[in-house]
């Protein structure tokens, strides 16, 4: 008789499930944030990165500029212990040149590539404000977006007429530099005027009494005056003839002066008729060749004699006896 045994039974799974628990939503909770809409076009992005650049105070190309730069700086130390190392292993000097350069060329490439796609996935991910997203900078704070244009019209002229006060208040301050400048050249002058009143007051004047040489220096203006009154009527009544002939003794001193002129010339005339020359004149009876040299020789032979032409002598003569019948 076989014998027949029963497998044994799978694991029944429970089929009542456990209850799902609802809370009931409160009005205190607040509502789920909204997805962020990033900026799509080159032109949101842009004014996206200038507020960024704005609310930090840095620029964020500089912060991945400073990323690379580090790792840079990493890859080229490891590069230069990777070239100690060749170094010191003992390879071929050219192999060790190729394989340098072709693994800095590798490191090169790949950190340029990895960054260029750090640096779009940080300025267009994580360095930007979502379009949807409200922001107000602390420098807008107090700024009205809804003013009319009545409004900015009375803050034009405000401030137009805080300007024209500004101006006045430049003008009057320029004024009154100039004037405290007046103000202390006057005080310093009337200064050294006062020093001066000390030491004129601090004189002795026992020299010389002024009440009597008041009294000499008036009585000789008064005897100037009246000599000069004297002169004066005297010239006006003087004439040519008193001053020169006022008596017939100085007449005839005249005459025989004018005679004994005559006779000198007349000698030197003599002795410069003997005298031979290089050119003939005309005074001496001889024909010169021209005018010119006729007023030249008459300016020598006048030279020579020391006295007037004969027209001039008689000319003296004629006033002497109009002085006289006057």
């Given amino acids: 008789m076989l014998s027949h045994t029963n497998p044994p039974s799978a694991r029944r799974r429970s089929t009542v499930r456990p209850p799902i628990l609802r809370v009931p939503p409160t009005e205190t909770a607040p509502p789920p944030p909204p997805q ?9 992005r842009d004014a996206s990165l200038e507020l960024v650049t704005e609310q930090l105070g840095w620029a964020p190309v500089s912060y ?16 230069s212990s990777f070239e100690t190392w060749l170094e010191e292993y ?8 190729k394989g340098l350069a072709a693994t800095e060329t590798l490191f090169e490439n790949n950190i340029d590539k990895q960054f260029d796609k750090f640096e779009l996935f940080v300025l267009q991910s ?39 006060r500004i101006v006045a208040a430049r003008y009057l301050e320029q004024r009154l530099k100039v004037e ?22 601090a004189l002795n004047d026992d020299k010389a009494p002024l009440s009597e040489t008041y009294t000499t220096l008036l ?4 005897n100037t005056r009246t000599l000069s009154e004297t002169l004066r009527n005297r010239s006006q009544n003087l004439s040519i003839h008193s001053l020169i002939a006022p008596s017939p003794d ?18 030197k005339q003599e002795e410069l008729a003997r005298t031979p020359s290089r050119r003939r004149k005309s005074v001496g009876g001889v024909q010169v060749k021209s005018a010119r040299e006729g007023a030249e020789y008459a300016i020598e032979y006048r ?21 006289q019948h006057v």
């Fill in 250 to 267: 100085d007449m005839e001193n005249v005459q025989s002066v004018i005679a004994a002129a005559m006779d000198r010339r007349r000698r």
């Fill in 36 to 44: 962020p809409i990033l900026p799509a076009s080159q032109a949101a």
């Fill in 303 to 323: 030279e020579r004699i020391g006295v007037g032409s004969a027209t001039d002598v008689q000319a003296w003569r004629e006033l002497l006896e109009e002085e």
């Fill in 126 to 164: 994580i360095f930007v404000v979502p379009t949807n997203l409200p922001i107000k900078l602390p420098h807008y704070e107090e700024v009205e977006f809804g003013v009319s244009a009545a409004d900015e019209a009375n803050a034009d002229m405000e401030l137009e007429e805080v300007r024209k």
């Fill in 64 to 79: 991945v500029d400073d990323i690379i730069n580090s790792m840079n700086d990493l890859a080229y130390k490891g590069i």
């Fill in 219 to 222: 009585a000789t203006l008064r």
């Fill in 180 to 201: 405290l400048e007046s103000t202390e050249s006057r005080r310093l002058a009337l200064e050294r005027m006062k020093r001066d009143v000390d030491h004129l007051a």
């Fill in 90 to 97: 003992g390879l071929d000097e050219e192999e060790a040149e």
